[in-house]
């Protein structure tokens, strides 16, 4: 969705309540949104609640204040909702013990056809630090620009083109440790 379109969904429903404007918004993003949820949380379903408290928070945001940069509020949202929602449950294990045991225990290959290569690199990814998923998610997955990733993440354009830079570090050293073990 380009910059133009997404600043007049906005302007329509903060000045006008458009229904349209937001569902038009809402399909642009529900995707993105639950994928990154989906890969900070133990359950499918924690991702769908969470994704769906995501959309009615930015929601009741949009309607009544000024936002240049939808993307980067759906994603600030998300990351305060997956900090809750730990805090809430006072969770013992890191948050990539969690992740780590619900990829591997869910049986993904019923839903999704994927080679072991692929499952091998969703159990890399899920292996990193959080920043650095995040960073390789938006950037790669959701295709979104250094400059987006930065509003998103609430870092500077510099910063986040190092963090991308470490993190694909990490992840290809992460992803060639164990090809070379078997």
């Given amino acids: 969705m380009s910059m133009r379109r997404e600043q007049f969904l906005l302007f329509r429903i903060r000045e006008h309540s458009d229904q349209a404007a937001y569902e038009e918004l809402y399909n642009a993003y529900l995707e993105r949104i639950r994928r990154y949820i989906f890969f900070r949380v ?69 839903d999704i056809d994927l080679s072991e290569e692929k499952q091998q690199l969703i159990k890399t990814i899920t292996s990193l630090r959080d920043v650095y998923r995040d960073v390789l998610t938006m950037f790669y997955l959701d295709q979104m620009s250094i400059k987006e990733i930065a509003l998103s993440i609430e870092k500077s354009s510099g910063a986040v083109r190092v963090l991308l830079h470490r993190a694909r570090k990490a992840l290809k050293q992460s992803y060639e440790r164990p090809s070379k073990t078997t």
């Avoid at 969470?50 to 945001?61: D, K, N, P, Q």
């Avoid at 993307?71 to 998300?78: D, E, Q």
């Avoid at 990351?79 to 013992?92: E, N, P, S």
């Fill in 42 to 110: 133990p359950k499918a379903e924690d991702a769908d609640e969470l994704t769906a408290e995501v959309f009615l928070r930015a929601l009741e945001y949009v309607s009544s204040t000024r936002v240049e940069h939808a993307s980067a509020l759906f994603y600030r949202i998300a990351r305060t909702l997956v900090a809750d929602f730990y805090r809430k449950r006072k969770l013992t294990e890191p948050l990539n013990t969690a992740l780590h045991v619900e990829v591997s225990g869910r049986q993904i290959e019923e």
